[in-house]
């Protein structure tokens, strides 16, 4: 079965500098690839989705990459600042599927 | 919280009475899910439906059960809960148009909190 592994250690950045976050899988490459941020007591709110046949998508401070070969997507925050403090969660569809896998998250903090 | 209601949000019970939560969207979406998120875990699928009165087990579908007789609402049951299903429990809704990437972007509720005594 497919696993997703994300860093369960937070990641502590100071303001201003980019957090990169990271989402490893195995078995089958998804068609999509999506990242999505989690507040304590919230639910996840969807962030960006990236396809199997892209390598990167930009929103904003946001950029997500995409490696097949690697099987690993990368999550970039570019000038990070406090309020992206958060629980960041990678998720993955199948092309024949709406159902979703979700890693269990990394924790960013930025400290001011 | 993209129009979609869960309730309650909070609930304390004890080992073997039936509890059934519920969610309720106003978006008119055809896809709704249930998941439960523990430490460690991460989001696990429990249940998902696919249209009024279409549902189908997920990843962890032991000792739940789910209906919906309406496209709004999606109720999840456990039957005789038990200490395992204390969780945090989150629903979740996806359009049905606008093509395949539509239907993978999924959107939660805020999430109801279970503890099982």
């Known amino acids: 079965s497919q696993k997703i592994e994300q860093n369960s250690e937070a990641l502590n950045i100071q303001e201003g500098k980019t957090a990169t976050l990271t989402c490893n899988y195995t078995?089958?490459?998804?068609?999509?690839l999506q990242w999505y941020r989690q507040d304590p007591g919230r639910g996840p709110v969807f962030l960006l989705l990236?396809?199997?046949?892209?390598k990167e998508k930009r929103k904003e401070r946001l950029k997500v990459t995409f490696d097949t070969t690697l099987k690993q997507s990368l999550f970039h925050i570019t000038a990070s600042q406090p309020a992206d403090s958060a629980t960041y969660l990678c998720?993955?569809?199948?092309?024949?599927?709406?159902?979703?896998?979700f890693g269990s998250g990394t924790r960013l903090l930025v400290r001011p | 919280d993209a129009g979609i209601t869960q309730s309650p949000r909070h609930k304390v019970t004890e080992t073997g009475t039936p509890v059934t939560l519920r969610c309720h969207q106003t978006?008119?979406?055809?896809?709704m899910y249930w998941y439960r998120q523990d430490p460690g875990h991460g989001l696990r699928l429990i249940h998902y439906?696919?249209?009024?009165?279409?549902?189908d087990k997920g990843e962890v579908s032991d000792g739940y059960s789910v209906s919906r007789s309406k496209t709004e609402d999606f109720l999840l049951t456990l039957e005789s809960a038990t200490s395992s299903q204390t969780s945090v429990y989150f629903c979740?809704?996806?359009?049905?148009?606008?093509?395949?990437?539509?239907?993978?972007?999924?959107?939660f509720g805020a999430g109801t909190r279970l503890s099982v005594l």
């Open positions: 979740a809704i996806s359009e049905s148009k606008g093509g395949q990437i539509a239907k993978n972007i999924q959107y």
């Open positions: 078995n089958y490459s998804p068609a999509y």
């Open positions: 990236i396809r199997e046949n892209e």
């Open positions: 998720a993955l569809a199948r092309d024949s599927s709406y159902k979703l896998i």
């Open positions: 978006e008119n979406h055809r896809y």
């Open positions: 439906s696919y249209g009024v009165k279409d549902t």
